[in-house]
């Protein structure tokens, strides 16, 4: 495994970080290595030793990026307010914040009484909030003879 920098340089050097909180590896360019580079101010301001830390999940974050950019991505963005504004109420109104059970299953069950409930609470309040708006209709036409 090698790093290159901005100019073209490479190193081998590395430090295993995978049993420290940061799982990855740490790679290191000497003062020799760095000693009259161009870019060395845009680098670093470390007057010996720059390192470079790529983290184990460094593919999947870049891959993620890539993702944020497609079409797809921007579409289900636009639709995400809907769907996190439904949970959000089942986290605050129907204990979805933390599960009173243990194990997949049973939370799974949990969720899925939860978004039931929040399910009926919302269709009560379209068939209520029709109702209200056929009863004033009726009642506006009535007025008027």
Same mark, same amino acid.
């Given at each position: 495994?090698?790093?290159?920098?901005?100019?073209?340089?490479?190193? #081998?050097?590395?430090? +295993?970080?995978?049993?420290?909180?940061?799982?990855?590896?740490?790679?290191?360019? !000497?003062?020799?290595?760095?000693?009259?580079?161009?870019?060395?101010?845009?680098?670093?301001? /470390?007057?010996?030793?720059?390192?470079?830390?790529? %983290?184990? &999940? &460094?593919? #999947?974050?870049?891959? $993620?990026?890539?993702? &944020?950019?497609? !079409? @797809?991505?921007?579409?289900?963005?636009?639709?995400?307010?809907?769907? @996190?504004?439904?949970?959000?109420?089942? !986290?605050?109104?129907?204990?979805?914040?933390?599960?009173? &059970?243990?194990?997949?299953?049973?939370?799974?069950?949990?969720?899925?009484? =939860? /978004?039931? $409930?929040?399910?009926?609470?919302?269709? %009560?309040?379209?068939?209520?909030?029709? #109702?209200?708006?056929?009863?004033? +209709?009726? =009642? $506006?036409?009535? +007025?008027?003879?």
């Amino acid at each position: 495994m090698e790093v290159t920098c901005p100019n073209g340089i490479t190193t #081998d050097r590395f430090r +295993d970080r995978t049993k420290e909180r940061q799982k990855g590896y740490e790679f290191r360019f !000497v003062k020799s290595q760095c000693h009259g580079c161009p870019l060395r101010s845009r680098c670093t301001t /470390s007057k010996t030793i720059r390192n470079i830390f790529i %983290s184990d &999940y &460094y593919f #999947d974050y870049k891959r $993620a990026r890539e993702h &944020y950019q497609t !079409v @797809e991505y921007k579409i289900a963005s636009k639709n995400r307010w809907l769907i @996190e504004r439904r949970h959000a109420d089942k !986290v605050r109104n129907h204990g979805l914040r933390r599960s009173r &059970y243990r194990g997949l299953e049973r939370t799974s069950i949990h969720a899925l009484i =939860s /978004s039931i $409930a929040s399910n009926i609470k919302r269709m %009560s309040r379209l068939i209520f909030e029709k #109702d209200t708006h056929l009863h004033r +209709d009726k =009642s $506006a036409l009535l +007025d008027n003879f």
